[in-house]
Every structure is written in structure tokens, then in C-alpha cells.
């Protein structure tokens, strides 16, 4: 399995609403980027790279690639992943999701279906679509919409076959994404 599919954790945002680089924000004394870290890697082993231009994410010992077409969000940081992955499947993180487990991962790639080119997670009404695996096929689409500029990823989500996993409760804790002070600190408690 690990030599199939790669995870690269993007972390190329500007932060704004957090004032400081999420990634490195410590959970449990670690920054949220290792706890992403070391979810991801019992499945794709060393297969990890980070989609960032900050160089203080190098101290990890991980691969660090920065975005082709810098300052494109989500789209262009999915697109960076999908032109440099040498494999067909690869799980796209945001990494101000620190709380994914293992065990949700690992779900979510075995329940995944192949004829899909993409599958995310869904919590109530809300998918995750940087929570998701993302067939290395979809580089051309994701090129196209950078170069016409179309930088919302839903938008983009919704003109490929994807696929949505509910989440099963136990695990509904794990999506949250850190954005704002207020929800770092109460995950703090």
C-alpha cells in the first residue's frame, strides 16, 4: 500500500484569521503539521511532502515543495501535489486539521471507490474536501481551472466525479479545522 499513494499536507496559507502559521501551532506539545505526520504515516510510509513555502517546516525532515503558481489557495497547492506525485492515489491534508487519526484515514482509503477521481468526507452538511484522496488524473483539470483562475475548490469538486464518505460519528471531531485563535484554544482544553 505505501507504494501507492502519497499524502501531502498542504500548508501554504497566509494564516490571516490566526495571526501565525498554523502548522506550526503546538497540539500536545507537538506542532499540528507532526500530528498530521504521524496519522498519515502508517499508511503511505515515507510518501509524505509538504506544499509550502515556508522553510521552517524543513526541521520535520520531509520533503518541502512550494507551490508551481504561488498565492492560488487550495487549488493551486492541490494542482502543486498532483503535477509532482509519482503516484496514482494521494491523500491531500490541510494542515490545520491536527485531530485526524489513523484510523479515519485508513477508512477513508479503504472505503474509497476507484471509479471515482476523488473521494472526501462529509460531516452533516459539510464536506471536507481537503480531508480526501485524490487520483493523480485529476492534474489536468486542476491546471486548466489555475490557469482560467478559478480558485474555488468546491466549485472545482463539483465538475469531477467525486465521491462523499459520511463520516461515522466516533470520528466527527477529527475534521475541524483550527482557523481562528477561539478554536485553537479550545482545543487546548
Do not use: C
Not at 67 to 79: A, E, L, M, N
Not at 165 to 171: A, G, Q
Request: aromatic share 8%; charged share 25%; net charge negative.
Amino acid at each position: 500500500m505505501k507504494d501507492k499513494i502519497t499524502a501531502f499536507i498542504l500548508a501554504g496559507g497566509k494564516s490571516q484569521r490566526m495571526g501565525t502559521d498554523k502548522g506550526l501551532l503546538l497540539l500536545n506539545g507537538k506542532p499540528f503539521v507532526s500530528h498530521i505526520f504521524e496519522a498519515v504515516k502508517p499508511i503511505v510510509g515515507e510518501n509524505i511532502v509538504i506544499v509550502s513555502s515556508n522553510a521552517d517546516y524543513d526541521f520535520l525532515g520531509y520533503t518541502r515543495i512550494e507551490d508551481i503558481v504561488p498565492d492560488k489557495g487550495p487549488v493551486g497547492g492541490i494542482h502543486t501535489a498532483l503535477q509532482q506525485t509519482e503516484t496514482k492515489l494521494n491523500f491531500i491534508l490541510s494542515v490545520d486539521a491536527p485531530l485526524v487519526s489513523t484510523d479515519l484515514l485508513l477508512w477513508i482509503f479503504e472505503n474509497r471507490d476507484d471509479s471515482y477521481g476523488m473521494t472526501q468526507v462529509q460531516l452533516e452538511d459539510k464536506a471536507y474536501p481537503l480531508i480526501a484522496i485524490y487520483d493523480q488524473s485529476l492534474g489536468t483539470i486542476f491546471e486548466e481551472k489555475l490557469k482560467k483562475n478559478q480558485l474555488r475548490l468546491r466549485q472545482v469538486i463539483n465538475e469531477v466525479t467525486h465521491q462523499t464518505l459520511l463520516i461515522p460519528e466516533k470520528w466527527s471531531d477529527q475534521v475541524q479545522n483550527i482557523n481562528t485563535p477561539k478554536e485553537y484554544q479550545k482545543i487546548q482544553l
